[in-house]
């Protein structure tokens, strides 16, 4: 990226949406049955490791298929405490979000049981009939606002929509308080930056001014500061949602479980990941006490009507 500023997209919540167990899911969890005593883990398990759902995963086959954009680095030892506490193997499939969402249509539509779980900010660009409400005994630890009230899903990190800066090249003194002071800041022409598909950011700014002034302010940051339109994140947000089509339900569901727990949240810390559990400490301390006095605007939306912002957003910054 090149300049001085830069949106820095992280906006609303990592989504856990649990999606589709329908009729067909549904039959096979009833077929599956009660595991064998023997296949209970001896050692003692997690408090997110329910040892009855643990014994009915172990029966499915003891493995898990995970397909993600998260990279492999922070992911493999994410999911190496799963495969300890539970002995269930995970089979990790990385690829771009776009290329996600394009094989899991194609898989959709032949009926294919090929992936258990998807980990992925492009869950909300699912079919609304892919995800079905379900109960997660971790939820409950959650923040009200990583909980969606139809049960579809749940948040599984914190990420929030603010303006980063070039600490070389620009004093903290010179910061902007307010999305209208970067209009004062005319030398900064053609040396800021914004990810171009920012469109929770732009939803979210249109709630808090209101279509008409958030309008006028985006166009006229566009004429004064030229801003350069860049394609790709440093960080993204990311969500997990259950295959209807899940060779394995009961493991999906655990594993789902297993994301939200305190455990999983205290690692994804250690990323610098903001967590969604008010019992798990952030890194740093303080990341989310200095937001309380802001005011938050929750985004999430499906995508349709992630299409219209993404309109918006080109006609306010690609103006003809």
Known sequence: MRGTIGWNRSCGFGRATVAGLFALS????????????????????????DRALVSAARAEGGSIT??????????????????????????????????????IAIEQ????????????????????????????????????????PDRRWYGVYANYDVPSYNSKLVNRSDLPKSYEDFLSHKEWAGRIAIEQTDVQWLS??????????????IGDIVAALKPVLIDGHLALARSVAVNPLAPHPKTAALAANFVLSKEAQHMLTTAGRLPVRPDVTPNPPDAITRLGARKIIVVDFPGEEEKKWQRTFQELFRPR
């Open 109 to 148: 539509r032949a009926r294919q049981r090929s992936w258990d779980l998807l980990l992925s900010p492009a869950v909300g660009r699912l079919p609304r009939d892919f995800m079905q409400p379900i109960d997660l005994s971790e939820a409950k630890s959650l923040i009200p606002q990583a909980r969606d």
């Open 26 to 49: 549904l039959a096979a969890i009833a077929d599956s049955g009660p595991a064998s005593a023997q296949n209970v883990p001896q050692n003692p398990s997690p408090s997110w490791a």
């Open 204 to 217: 979210a700014l249109f709630t808090y001014y209101g279509e008409e002034r958030a309008r006028k302010l």
């Open 66 to 103: 995970v397909y993600s954009s998260v990279n492999e680095q922070e992911a493999l030892p994410f999911w190496k405490l799963f495969e300890d506490a539970t002995g269930i193997k995970v089979e990790f499939v990385r690829a771009s979000d776009v290329v996600l969402i394009s094989r």
